[in-house]
């Protein structure tokens, strides 16, 4: 009898501290911009933490950006700045954000960012953490640190250095240029021009519908599928497959 009663308090001690921890909401304030983009030769986006969404229209005139401030402790939030102007023909627009390092006082922030840039101007792009995609627009020069990466319907060259994370390429009207990657797989998708990848780690690299060469230089773990290439094919050794109707 005794057994019994004691055995109550123990389960429901080890049933309480088995439930995952709730992690509170964050606080938000939006952040907005809009910047003149006549005559512009190359629109400049720095992302931090957070998600970047960057879409081309035809015929704009401006690139508008919409942001999303977030942090876990409402006093950071006037921390977290959005930078947008224009010198000369470049455009700059920035997530500006306090560095974060483990256990630092200020807690998570990040800065969420939709921007509509004009279809006809390049991009460069450097970008911290957090998915990212970019749609429409005209070349774009990619730097990116961690998180997914997909980018569809570009008007000319296409170049990326990238930490970790899928890559997804489609449709582009020129070359793509992995230049280094460090984990995930990349997918590449109708292009008009070459595919090069450079030095790449781990994860599958696919490639299909290639209008010109075919070229990977370095090569990790994961496997390298191709079909559909009209050019020279040149990758290592044994670590490839031809797929049917290439």
């Known amino acids: 009898m005794t057994m019994f ?19 509170p909401p964050d606080y938000t304030e939006p952040r907005t911009a809009t910047v003149n983009a006549a005559g512009a030769k190359v629109i400049h986006i720095s992302g931090r933490a957070g998600f970047l969404h960057v879409q081309g229209k035809r015929g704009a005139s401006q690139v508008s950006v919409r942001g999303m401030a977030r942090a876990d402790r409402e006093r950071n939030l006037q921390d977290i700045r959005l930078v947008a102007h224009r010198t000369g023909d470049d455009i700059y627009i920035a997530a500006d954000i306090p560095e974060q390092h483990d256990f630092d006082w200020r807690g998570s922030q990040a800065l969420d960012l939709d921007i509509d840039v004009p279809d006809n101007v390049k991009l460069d792009v450097d970008d911290g953490s957090g998915d990212l995609t970019i749609r429409g627009t005209s070349g774009v020069d990619l730097h990116d640190g961690s998180g997914n990466i997909e980018l569809e319907n570009i008007a000319g060259d296409v170049g990326i250095e ?66 559909n290439v009209k050019g020279r094919v040149d990758v290592p050794a044994r670590r490839h497959r031809r797929r049917y109707g290439s």
Do not use: C, W
């Open 162 to 227: 990238d930490g970790s994370g899928e890559i997804t390429v489609h449709r582009v009207s020129g070359g793509v240029e992995v230049r280094s990657d460090g984990s995930g797989s990349v997918t590449i998708e109708t292009v008009t021009g070459s595919v090069r990848i450079g030095r790449k780690g781990s994860g599958n690299v696919d490639v299909s519908d290639i209008g010109g060469d075919f070229t990977v230089e370095e090569k990790g773990s994961g496997g390298i599928e191709y079909q």
């Open 5 to 23: 009663v004691l055995m109550f308090p123990i389960a429901a001690a080890a049933t309480t501290l088995s439930a995952p921890p709730t992690r």
